[in-house]
């Protein structure tokens, strides 16, 4: 560990625990850090004042293993978030902390409203149309604007294919979440 490397507690990543962005670089001269969140909308990083983190896939490493951050604040600024934690006490705590990836647990996200869903929630649900017959499984989604598309991975002839449905009320017509499964209007030669 280098030597301006904040004292952080080492843990154990829980078990639902959801990587939901990375540690950009030091924000200010106080120890605030700039946080690159993959969702546009970051509520799982405002909900949770324990993150965890584990080192940068590439470049530096100044921690191995998983680290517990306890957060004192997280906000929106400009195109990203910032975030002060307890242990983070100036620029250069702040900058040994860069390229780390943020996880938290899923059982800390805000509940969703009703017909809102949590994009991590729905990878690995089966796909049906209305008449019953499988589809696939949803291995992705995609932000193309105005809607959000389900990436549906699905085996023909030996292959592993993809269809693509858009995720609107038009065309869903269910998600079982508890069933891990979700009901389309949708044919298989569309």
């Known amino acids: 560990m280098s030597q301006n490397f904040p004292p952080l507690e080492a843990a154990e990543l829980p078990a639902d625990a959801i990587e939901v962005g990375r540690i950009a670089d030091a924000w200010g001269i106080k ?7 993959y969702s546009a909308t970051p509520e799982a990083l405002f909900s949770s004042k324990r993150w965890y983190l584990q080192p940068a896939e590439k470049g530096a490493k100044t921690f191995t293993g998983t680290v517990r951050l306890a957060v004192k604040e997280a906000k929106e600024h400009s195109d ?4 002060t934690a307890h242990d983070v006490l100036d620029r250069n705590a702040a900058e040994a902390l860069k390229g780390a990836r943020i996880f938290v647990p899923r059982s800390s996200f805000p509940t969703a409203d009703t017909d809102e869903y949590y994009w991590v929630d729905l990878l690995g649900l089966s796909v049906v149309n209305r008449e019953g017959l499988a589809l696939g499984v949803v291995r992705d989604l995609m932000h193309t604007g105005p809607q959000t598309v389900l990436v549906i991975a699905y085996e023909q002839d030996g292959k592993t294919l993809e269809r693509m449905v858009p995720f609107v009320s ?3 017509d269910k998600v079982d979440l508890a069933g891990r499964c979700i009901t389309v209007d949708w044919q298989p030669d569309y």
């Open 31 to 37: 120890g605030w850090f700039r946080v690159l969140p």
């Open 80 to 83: 990203s978030v910032v975030a």
């Open 170 to 172: 038009a065309y869903v």
